[in-house]
C-alpha cells in the first residue's frame, strides 16, 4: 500500500479503471486517500466476494447487468453498459461464409467451450456428429487435446458430410468471422461470449461451467429467461440433448424469436459507454444517465461529440 501511493502520487493519474479482485486493494485505497476517482467494471450477473469487496472503493460502477448493481450496493453511481467486447459492427455474414466456405443457404452450428472444460461439448459431438452433418454444418472448436479425435472422426465421414464438418483446435483471428457465419451457437455462460453473442444477434445453446461459484448460471438463466437460449446443465449434456437442442435450426419462428430476444439483449458499443463514464470521471465532470449510458451502449454514438 505505501507503494502504491508512493506510485499514484508521483504519477497523478485522472482516472483509475478496474474490474476489481483483491490485487486492486492497495491501489484503490491509495486512491481514495488522493482523491484519483476510480471507475471499477463488474460483468457477471452475480460478482464475486473480491468484486464485492472492491466495490466500495471505487467512485462509480459500470455493469453488464443492471441487476449487478443492487449486489454491489447503492452508495454510489451504478450505471448498465453491458461487456465491452471488440468490434463486431459492419461484419459481412455472406462475406463471413465465403470466407468459411459455407454455403449462403446452410444452417450452420458454432461450438465452442471457451478456454476450458471443453471435453464435454466434443463428446456430444462426437457421439451424434454423423447425424447433426444430415442436416447442418457444424464449426467446432475442440481445443488443443480434442483437435485429433475430431480429425480423425472427419476422416471417416462421407466426403459430402466432410465438407460440412470444420473442426478446429482454437480459433483467434477467425472467431468474428465464425460467429457471423453462425445460426445457433453452442457454448459456456463467460459475459464476453454471451455479450459477443448476443451484440451478433444469435440464438443460442448455453451451457454454464458449474465450476465458477454459480457465475456463469447466472448468467445463463438470465440469457435463457429473456427467451434469447435454451440452458442445459453441464452434466445433462450429451449428444442426445445436443441433437434435440438443434431443433431450434429447424423451426423458423423458433429461431427468429430467439435471435431477436438475443439482440435486444445485445450491447455492442459497451466499450464506448465504459469510456464515457471513465472519461467524465476523470475530467470531473457529471456521469452521463442510464439513458444515455444504453444509448451509447447499443450503438447510438457518443455523449457531445466525443470520440
Not at 55 to 68: D, W
Not at 105 to 132: D, I, K, M
Not at 187 to 200: C, F, I, K, N, Q
Amino acid at each position: 500500500m505505501p507503494q502504491a501511493l508512493a506510485l499514484l502520487a508521483a504519477d497523478r493519474p485522472s482516472a483509475i479503471f478496474t474490474t476489481g479482485g483483491y490485487v486492486a486493494i492497495p491501489i484503490l485505497v491509495a486512491a481514495a486517500i488522493l482523491r484519483i476517482p476510480v471507475l471499477l467494471w463488474e460483468g457477471n450477473v452475480v460478482p464475486g466476494r473480491s468484486v464485492r469487496a472492491t466495490a466500495r472503493l471505487a467512485s462509480a460502477i459500470a455493469v453488464s447487468v443492471a441487476a449487478t448493481c443492487a449486489a454491489l450496493g447503492g452508495r454510489r453511481p451504478c450505471l448498465e453498459t453491458g461487456t465491452p467486447i471488440r468490434e463486431t459492427r459492419g461484419i459481412d455474414r455472406l462475406a463471413a461464409r465465403e470466407r468459411l466456405e459455407i454455403p449462403p443457404g446452410a444452417r450452420v452450428l458454432l461450438v465452442f467451450g471457451g478456454s476450458q472444460a471443453v471435453r464435454r461439448f466434443n463428446t456430444a459431438v462426437a457421439e451424434v456428429l454423423p447425424r447433426l452433418l444430415e442436416r447442418i454444418h457444424v464449426i467446432h472448436v475442440t481445443g488443443d487435446d480434442g483437435y485429433a479425435a475430431a480429425l480423425a472422426a472427419r476422416e471417416r465421414l462421407p466426403a459430402d458430410a466432410q465438407a460440412r464438418y470444420r473442426p478446429e483446435p482454437f480459433l483467434r483471428d477467425e472467431m468474428l468471422t465464425a460467429l457471423a457465419a453462425a445460426d445457433l451457437v453452442l457454448g459456456r455462460a463467460g459475459s464476453s461470449t454471451l455479450a459477443e453473442v448476443t451484440a451478433l444477434g444469435l440464438p443460442m445453446i448455453v451451457v454454464p461451467y458449474p465450476h465458477a461459484g454459480g457465475h456463469q448460471r447466472a448468467n445463463a438463466v438470465r440469457l435463457a429467461d429473456a427467451g434469447a437460449a435454451r440452458l442445459i446443465e453441464d452434466a445433462d449434456l450429451d449428444g442426445a440433448a445436443l441433437l434435440e437442442a438443434t431443433r431450434i435450426l429447424d423451426e423458423p419462428a423458433t429461431h427468429a424469436a430467439m435471435a431477436a430476444a438475443s439482440r435486444s439483449l445485445g450491447r455492442p458499443a459497451a466499450a464506448d459507454a465504459v469510456a464515457t463514464m471513465l472519461l467524465a470521471l476523470a475530467l470531473r465532470e457529471p456521469l452521463p444517465d442510464a439513458a444515455s449510458v444504453e444509448r451509447i451502449a447499443r450503438g447510438g454514438g457518443s455523449l457531445a461529440g466525443r470520440p
